[in-house]
């Protein structure tokens, strides 16, 4: 089984960071954007979770593989 890494990365910072941010745009739209709630769970774990996968996306597509080697050989 063949297991693409690197789309699975983008899938899960776009699914964190649309739960986020979509929580966000309801916040504001509701106007409790400044209230004491606690976040729900699944929030809480996209806001926790949206920044590392981000970073560590940015860091494999454009720093440490920029290019991919066609064959196993090399």
Known sequence: MDVDFEFMLVIATLVSGS???GYLAWQRATG???TERREPV???YAHSFFPVL???LVLRSFLVEP???P???M
């Open 67 to 69: 290019f991919r080697i």
């Open 32 to 34: 409790t954007a400044h």
């Open 42 to 44: 699944l929030v809480e």
């Open 54 to 56: 981000f970073v560590v």
């Open 19 to 21: 739960i986020w941010g």
């Open 71 to 73: 064959s196993g050989s």
